[in-house]
């Protein structure tokens, strides 16, 4: 069976800071994968996708980027982290030509 | 633009009753998947159902239905016989080629 990780699980960081979370399947290939924000309170917010290694698309500009270096790991970073960085980061992946998606734990990131 | 929305902030249901969350959504896409997810407090989005825009029978998976009116956009979640462990988060979402969007979501409180 498929399963999804997501490390690490919380992670507080100083402004300027840079980030990096990771994400990683098992259990099928070449999946397609996602990175949401999850702002308190809020609904889900898609911020990369990716249909395979080295292809990423950005829905909203930010000082965020994604990386998929391998076909299962999909990796989000900053360079310098700002305050309204802090939120709920979910990984998710899916089927390619298939709708659903299937989310990682998270991780909450704190910016201080 | 694609666009969900729940205008229910809130609800509250007696144990074993059913319950109906509210869901309407717009896009100009005639092939487009809709997705029902729970968020307990732990955090993870836990995927619940899922209608295709094809397809003419409403989906069920187990207490969960959901209730599809194409015509009127609308793509509520009828859960059957409450349970104390149905109380959390729950999000419409709505996915179009690779553009997936979250509706605000609703809490869902139940009581004993």
């Known amino acids: 069976s498929q399963t999804i990780h997501q490390w690490p699980a919380t992670l507080v960081q100083p402004v300027g800071s840079p980030l990096s979370l990771e994400c990683t399947v098992e259990?099928?290939?070449?999946?397609?994968l996602y990175w949401y924000r999850q702002a308190a309170g809020r609904g889900l917010q898609l911020l990369f996708y990716s249909v395979g290694i080295g292809q990423i698309s950005s829905e909203v500009p930010q000082n965020l980027s994604a990386s998929r270096p391998q076909d299962r790991q999909f990796i989000l970073s900053s360079k310098k982290l700002r305050l309204s960085d802090s939120g709920f980061y979910l990984c998710a992946w899916s089927v390619p030509g298939r709708y659903e998606q299937y989310f990682g734990p998270g991780t909450r990131l704190t910016v201080t | 633009a694609q666009k969900i929305t729940q205008t229910q902030p809130g609800m509250f249901v007696q144990e074993k009753e059913a319950v109906t969350l509210d869901c309407t959504y717009d896009t100009s896409d005639q092939s487009y998947g809709l997705f029902w997810y729970k968020q307990p407090s732990s955090g993870e989005m836990i995927f619940l159902i899922y209608?295709?825009?094809?397809?003419?029978q409403n989906a069920t998976e187990g207490r969960y239905s959901l209730n599809f009116q194409k015509a009127r956009k609308s793509a509520n979640l009828v859960i059957s016989a409450s349970q104390l462990g149905d109380s959390a988060m729950y999000f419409c979402a709505m996915r179009a080629r690779n553009d997936m969007r979250f509706g605000a979501g609703t809490r869902l409180t139940v009581k004993p």
């Open positions: 209608q295709g825009s094809y397809d003419e």
């Open positions: 259990g099928t290939s070449n999946p397609n």
